[in-house]
């Protein structure tokens, strides 16, 4: 599946991501800066904050109570838009993802 991540400068990184694949891993392996993953994954750390574009609002799955928690330990300010992008796994359903990758 394509993602397309949008930089606070107003460029865009796109990838091809194999399915399964969560949506920090495929930064990190993509160099799309902002998005650190220092815990790995494991919904330990909100360094992998991003915001879901508009068009892609509620399809990327519902947050559990952990991640929604998180989410209020993020550097850049929370919205209704903010996910924690190793919990949005790469599936058929994402193809053309966009992603916004916040100023911190
Ligand atoms: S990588 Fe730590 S919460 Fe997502």
């Known amino acids: 599946m394509k993602v397309t991540w949008?930089?606070?400068?107003?460029?865009e990184i796109s990838a091809d991501v194999a399915e399964g694949t969560n949506m920090m891993e495929a930064?990190?392996?993509n160099n799309v800066p902002n998005v650190i993953g220092e815990c790995g994954g494991n919904?330990?750390?909100a360094t992998c904050h991003v915001y879901v574009d508009d068009a892609w609002a509620g399809k990327t799955g519902e947050q559990d109570d952990?991640?929604?928690?998180?989410?209020d330990a993020t550097e850049?300010?929370?919205e209704d838009r903010s996910r924690l992008s190793c919990q949005i796994v790469a599936s058929d359903g994402l193809d053309g993802l966009v992603l916004i990758?916040?100023?911190?």
């Open 43 to 45: 919904l330990a750390c």
């Open 76 to 78: 850049a300010p929370r």
């Open 27 to 29: 930064a990190v392996a």
């Open 101 to 104: 990758v916040p100023e911190a």
């Open 6 to 11: 949008k930089l606070p400068d107003g460029s």
């Open 66 to 71: 952990f991640e929604d928690a998180m989410l």
